[in-house]
Nanobody, 113 residues
Framework: QVQLVESGGGLVQAGGSLRLSCAAS????????MGWYRQVPGKQREFVAG???????SYVNSVKGRFTISRENTKNTVFLQMNNLKPEDTAVYYC???????WGQGTQVTVSS
């Protein structure tokens, strides 16, 4: 059974930083393209950042230069470093494969202005 457990969210002021973690079990993250997604109530879940098996990263335009996705295969964990956070980054953040197959509970990120 695959489990993806996100953590690291919280409340931060605009301009601040957070580092999200996604710990996996039942799946080897290094063998999969992995991504971070986010959802605001009433809106569709959107792709934020992804990394393919070779380590190539991609980002939605709104987070380029501010967010960095990384992966530590020995810990079977994916990270999302978020800097210079903006109120519009407020959402529940999820990690998942690309394409997404295993939704977890997510972690809430709230950015105050």
């Amino acid at each position: 059974q695959v489990q993806l457990v996100e953590s690291g969210g919280g409340l931060v002021q605009a301009g601040g930083s957070l580092r999200l973690s996604c710990a996996a079990s039942g799946i080897t993250l290094g063998n999969n393209a992995m991504g971070w997604y986010r959802q605001v109530p009433g809106k569709q879940r959107e792709f934020v950042a992804g990394m393919d098996r070779g380590g190539f990263a991609s980002y939605v335009n709104s987070v380029k230069g501010r967010f960095t996705i990384s992966r530590e295969n020995t810990k079977n964990t994916v990270f999302l470093q978020m800097n210079n956070l903006k109120p519009e980054d407020t959402a529940v953040y999820y990690c998942n494969t690309i394409p997404p197959k295993y939704w977890g509970q997510g972690t809430q990120v709230t950015v105050s202005s």
